[in-house]
T-cell receptor, first 116, second 112 residues
């Protein structure tokens, strides 16, 4: 069974600084997808970034980038130039190949607080 | 495109009752997944439907069931409600090969 671990329950960063959230996972699959989602106080889940396991290049979306280390089964999220609006819960999501009966597994989340 | 919609947004039920939640996916999306979110257990996968067939199932008792219609709309049913079923139930639809999930606003279920 897949497991996803987010070892940082809470983190704090000052506005304009950079912060990295960690995510590790355990799987025996070779093809899979990883995602970071943001859940602000409104509880609406918002896709931040995705990474396909077969791609070696790390995904980037504006101020958000990932460090994907497939061998180490690590998928960290870096937020650059942090903004107050980045304050939210961040969840890492694992998904096996969509053609297989692979369960979707979330990590336990990291609560990020951006301060002035 | 309109986003994922869930109805109702809030619901209060009594122990022992049953409840049905509805989810309308983004137009063109054929996959719908359901999740339960609680402070104690976090986000847990319930099940996933694709083209009216259950493709994946999480580790929940048989009281939790679902179905998907030909228009991809999905319903989730919980029978014999327990206090522990109080949670935010999230629905997500997916349409691409990468399986990224687009979430609805959720249904807040309170069981008293």
């Amino acid at each position: 069974a897949q497991t996803v671990t987010q070892s940082q329950p809470e983190m704090s960063v000052q506005e304009a600084e950079t912060v990295t959230l960690s995510c590790t996972y355990d799987t025996s699959e070779n093809n899979y997808y990883l995602f970071w989602y943001k859940q602000p106080p409104s509880r609406q889940m918002i896709l931040v970034i995705r990474q396909e396991a077969y791609k070696q290049q790390n995904a980037t979306e504006n101020r958000f980038s990932v460090n994907f280390q497939k061998a180490a089964k690590s998928f960290s999220l870096k937020i650059s130039d942090s903004q107050l609006g980045d304050t939210a819960m961040y969840f890492c999501l694992y998904r096996g190949n969509t053609g297989t009966a692979s369960k979707l597994t979330f990590g336990t989340g990291t609560r990020l607080q951006v301060t002035l | 495109k309109a986003g994922v919609t869930q109805t109702p947004r809030y619901l209060i039920k009594t122990r022992g009752q049953q409840v049905t939640l509805s989810c309308s996916p983004i137009s063109g999306h054929r996959s719908v997944s359901w999740y339960q979110q609680t402070p104690g257990q976090g986000l847990q996968f319930l099940f996933e439907y694709f083209s009216e067939t259950q493709r994946n199932k999480g580790n929940f008792p048989g009281r939790f069931s679902g179905r998907q219609f030909s228009n991809s709309r999905s319903e989730m049913n919980v029978s014999t409600l327990e206090l522990g079923d109080s949670a935010l139930y999230l629905c997500a639809s997916s349409g691409g090969s990468t399986g990224e999930q687009y979430f609805g606003p959720g249904t807040r279920l309170t069981v008293t």
